[in-house]
């Protein structure tokens, strides 16, 4: 049997609307005649309709205030309005108002058929779309913010996650918001009432990491005064977040992989295992197949840890959920700092979304704060952006800055160290990055923190890197 869609007919004329209900007898509606205006509001009132047609001359009142009314319906229904020949005029100022189509008397069965038939169409895919919208299009999630379809997938994923004791991979770029999802699994688990304890694998040395996350007992080494319990007994019952997994110590590994399997781990310098309750969820910026393949990685670690993979996707993938992102920090640090941000002119707004974002949301922000902090108006102009201090590039690279001609705009070619060429050669990408950065320190004067101001990384990744490299070469020189 055919869905019949309910058709709402105000018309006062009673041949006419008998002429029109015999037009539509053939069609699948189940058509309700409301000879006047109070007839047609208690109809709406009682039951939903999926279209009206309506003729805006009606003896009680005005068929323009109906429309209204109609209108400020939640989801209402598609309105056709029916004039004369000569008040076309009124016709225009009804579709204004938001009416889908209008009929001029006299008017053929096939013409209001065809009509309302594209009425009903429209009322349904309206409706479709708002309830996509309301049980999917969620622009705030946990300490998300976006509404692009591609951050609505995550969402979706993070929710279908939570529930489970799974383990889970989280992959992106530096600065895409890979703790903020751990963070949105574990709040909504059933272990949210429990601790999340986060353990940043590339931060600590890797003679250290075992009693970081396992613990260790009174005397296990030089500075053991005491026992100590480690991360993996902090989340007991809870979920442990292993960020930058891939930088985790290769011998370290194995023994990690037994403590997933097992639930089981040895405090360093204990013979007792202890058994704890933990979710796992980890975190790299790296390809982990890459790293796998590479013998950097454990396969099998990568296997057993690897059971739902959430991939963030970069800032510069989300379309409009820049221009989202830009607002909500520029409330939030107008707000901070006492200043009348209200906005982005068109032309910033042009500006966000065609740079490439290198460091993600973390440099939208830093970008956002620096403005606010160093000017004050209520509209944020491409002046306000300072691109030395805020975009910095390597080479001039065009893809990384937020405007091309921004050496056009400089008075010389030597206003400071982002006008400095760099002389790159071709090689491994691990040796390109050590003379990017090498060479930024020399600009910088050696100031590590000044270089990572520059370079939009922490001061902290620089170490590393060093440490890395001079690692390498010393192995390459045994």
Known sequence: MVDQKRILLVENSEPLAQTYERYLRSEPYDVVHAFDGAAALEAL?????????????LPDMDGLEILRRIRALDAGPAVIVITVDGQISVAVEAMR????????????????????????????LTEIVDT????????????????????????????????????????????????????????SSPRCDRPLVAINCAAIPKDLVESEIFGHVKGAFTGAVSDRDGAAKAADGGTLFLDEICEMPLDFQAKLLRFVQTGTYTRVGDTRPTKVNTRFVC??????????????????????????????????????????????????????????????????????????????????????????????????????????????SIGGSHD???????????????????????DV??????????????????????????????????PSTVYRKRQHWRSLESDKAS
């Open 283 to 392: 975190a790299t910026n790296r390809n982990p197949v890459e790293e796998v393949a590479a013998g950097r990685f454990r396969q099998d670690l990568f296997y057993r840890l690897h059971v739902i993979p959430i991939h963030l996707p970069a800032l510069r993938e989300r379309g409009g959920d820049i221009v989202i992102l830009a607002r909500q920090f520029l409330s939030e640090y107008a707000s901070a700092e006492g200043k009348s941000f209200r906005d982005f002119s068109k032309q910033v707004e042009q500006e966000l979304l065609r740079y490439r974002w290198p460091g993600n949301v973390r440099e939208l922000q830093n970008l956002v704060r620096n403005v606010v902090v160093l000017h004050n108006a209520e509209v944020v102009t491409v002046e306000m952006l300072g691109y030395d201090n805020i975009a910095p």
């Open 45 to 57: 009132h009682n039951g939903p309709f999926d279209s009206v047609i309506l003729d805006l001359r």
């Open 132 to 187: 996509y919208r309301k049980e999917y299009a969620r622009q705030k999630y946990f300490g998300f913010t976006g509404s692009s379809p591609v951050m609505q997938s995550v969402f979706r994923v993070i929710e279908a996650a939570a529930a489970s004791d799974a383990t889970v991979f989280i992959t992106g770029e530096s600065g895409t918001g890979k703790e903020l999802c751990a963070e949105a699994i574990h709040l």
């Open 425 to 458: 050669e071709l090689g491994p990408l691990w040796q390109m990055e050590m003379q990017c950065i090498e060479h930024v320190l020399n600009v910088a004067g050696g100031s590590v923190p000044r270089a990572a101001a520059m370079l939009q990384i922490s």
């Open 97 to 124: 108002e938001g009416a889908f189509d209008f009929l001029v008397k006299p008017f053929s069965a096939d013409r209001l058929a065809i009509t309302l038939r594209n009425a009903v169409d429209h009322h349904q």
């Open 400 to 422: 990384r800055r937020v405007t091309p001609d921004r050496r056009k705009q400089a008075p010389s070619e030597s206003n400071g160290p982002t006008d400095t060429m760099v």
